[in-house]
């Protein structure tokens, strides 16, 4: 049986759990109760500078104002900055006759609080700053979400790697894959959005949305030919993306490679210990109407292995592509040679150059 104080405490909790639930939602009824909150802390900062203004002086009204700030939508935050300049009037006017610290208190509140709204006001997304990150940072979530290729049959192994221009979280490169229901065919796009940052990372996701809708419903070249209407119709500034494409049979070891604008794929060879640089071009997506795009195909016996990855690996502003590519096979050789095990982790290690989203991708077949 559960006690009268346990059974209040989880009331409790639960009435705390789904407040935040709502504040973080943006609801108006969430909203309200965070504004009571403050405003309940906003007058108990004014019945203690009633009673003794040296404990809590004009200056001690900034923290219900930041805390709104942070918590509330543009016009809960209005009717709390009206709050606080009625109460900061009271006490000023109580307390007596104004000093020159007090004035200069007060225009400090007064240009603090029209920043306060100027700031509030701008919010895009209308709401405030930790609920616009957080949204920010799930979507963020959601795109690599996506990038993760489902459990593959045994004798298969996936990995990836990316790291982010900078450090921001958020990329223009991201993967989408599909595993039929029969586990016999694997279908990979891995794709570089024009772009860094979050403008990038946004139009990812967008992106990343209508591939995911389309993989394992078309052939090859009709996604390709269906993503690059969809990047057309969106008219983004810097509105093109490179791409490629890998449809795998996972009993034979047959592949077919399609590429639009990426760098090259690369085979690895068991046999001969090297990567072969695939030969599929085309054109990137989002560019031109009806871009052709070649095909090839190959097949992968135990031991080989397929390598995707984006031009911040091998392009820089002191290397061209074309270099990159061959150091990259090299690099990729000496780590191939000791085992496949973290090899993309392993290629991004030793990439030097920062200023580009880069991501490694590598398909074996195990011996």
């Known amino acids: 049986m559960i006690s009268p104080a346990r059974g209040a405490l989880r009331a409790v909790r639960e009435y705390v759990n789904d407040t935040v639930v709502r504040w973080r939602s943006g609801t108006r009824e969430g909203q309200l109760k965070v504004l009571a909150v403050i405003v309940g802390l906003d007058l108990a900062f004014l019945l203690v500078s009633l009673y003794d203004y040296n404990r809590m002086p004009i200056s001690g009204f900034y923290v219900p104002l930041l805390l709104g700030m942070l918590l509330l939508r543009f016009w809960p935050l209005v009717t709390l ?55 920010l940072v799930d979507l963020r979530d959601r795109l690599q979400s996506q990038s993760k290729v489902p459990p593959l049959p045994e004798g ?66 009709g996604l390709f030919a269906a993503a690059n209407d969809f990047l057309l119709r969106q008219h983004w500034d810097e509105g093109f993306a490179t791409a490629v494409h890998v449809l795998v049979d996972l009993e034979t070891g047959e592949y077919s490679i399609l590429n639009a604008g990426h760098p090259p794929a690369m085979r690895w060879d068991a046999v ?33 292995a397929l390598m995707f990855y984006t031009d911040g690996v091998v392009e820089s502003r002191t290397r061209d592509i074309g270099a990159g590519i061959d150091w990259l096979r090299e690099a990729a050789g000496t780590i191939a040679g000791t085992g496949l095990e973290s090899a993309p982790r392993r290629i991004l290690s030793l990439v030097t150059e920062g200023g580009d989203d880069r991501a490694v991708l590598i398909l074996d077949r195990r011996a």
């Not at 020159?100 to 306060?116: E, K, P, W």
Request: hydrophobic letters at 45%; aromatic letters at 6%; charged letters at 15%.
């Open 156 to 221: 298969w192994r996936s990995q990836s790697a990316m790291k982010t221009a900078s450090g921001i979280n958020f990329a223009g490169d991201f993967l989408v894959a599909n595993l039929s229901s029969d586990e016999r065919r694997l279908e990979m796009v891995l794709v570089d959005v024009c772009g860094k940052g979050v403008s990038a990372g946004s139009q990812s996701l967008q992106f990343a949305g209508a591939l995911g809708g389309l993989i394992g419903a078309l052939p090859p070249i």
């Open 272 to 304: 001969s210990g090297e990567w072969i640089v695939d030969g599929a071009r085309g054109l990137a997506l989002g560019i031109a109407e009806r871009p052709e795009f070649h095909q090839t195909t190959g097949r992968l016996d135990h031991g080989d």
């Open 81 to 135: 900055v009206s709050l606080t300049i009625v109460f900061g009037t009271i006490t000023v006017v109580t307390e007596g006759a104004l000093t020159t610290a007090r004035t200069t208190s007060i225009v400090l509140m007064a240009v603090s609080i029209s920043v306060i709204l100027y700031q509030s006001s701008r919010q895009r997304s209308g709401l405030p700053g930790p609920l616009g990150q957080a949204m």
